[in-house]
């Protein structure tokens, strides 16, 4: 029952902090509202569920041992957060947003998850820690996925309800600036974070 414990609280710490996922999912609610985000957030979780399994067969340290690898995992990683910091600081009008754009699809955010350095490195960090405590064989890696997935969820999601609760401020200019400088910079902080 500690492994488990031990297991729930890595998955919350990592799954509520900062990083592409809930920055993506925060700008995506304030975008285009919870109920059009709902697709994005399914593809994070499934396509998380997905890389876990990888890590747990073992493919996650071989990626992860490899140098040309693990360094192009994390230049995409760093590439695409450069790209999102960028798009975030134009804030534009909701409306804009609403019409012209569309939120990321289930299958685009499930394949993102292997292109997610966080992703990787959380996975192949429950894997080696905390899979020998849970025991051995296909059962053991069930309960660790089961555990991820139900402390996972209720984390992205509050992503995806921030931004669409703050949504109705954000036709003040004021605050769409505010919003975001605060998301350009927290992007910014995740895509140096992945060198760290």
């Known amino acids: 029952m500690e492994s ?26 304030v975008g285009f509202g919870l109920r059009r985000t709902v697709p994005h957030m399914a593809g994070i979780w499934v396509g998380f569920l997905l890389l876990l399994v990888v890590c747990g067969l073992g493919l996650g340290a071989l990626v ?54 966080k992703g990787w490195l959380a996975g192949i960090t429950m894997v080696s820690a905390f899979l020998p405590s849970l025991g051995s064989g296909w059962s053991a890696l069930a309960l660790l996925c089961l555990v991820a997935c139900v402390v996972n969820l209720p984390c992205i999601w509050s992503w995806a309800l921030l931004g669409a609760t703050i949504r109705t401020r954000l036709h003040d200019p004021r605050w769409r600036r505010g919003f975001s400088t605060v998301m350009v910079l927290l992007t910014l902080y995740t895509a140096a974070a992945i060198w760290l």
């Open 4 to 29: 488990v414990l031990a297991l729930a609280t890595f998955v919350f710490v990592v799954s509520i902090t900062p990083g592409p996922n809930n920055l993506m999912l925060a700008a995506s609610g």
């Open 64 to 117: 992860m041992e490899h140098a040309a690898a693990a360094l192009t995992l994390k230049l995409a990683g760093t590439g695409y957060l450069l790209y999102l910091a960028w798009t975030l600081r134009a804030s534009p009008s909701l409306d804009a947003v609403g019409t012209s754009g569309r939120p990321m699809s289930f299958v685009g955010a499930a394949l993102f998850q292997f292109a997610n350095p």
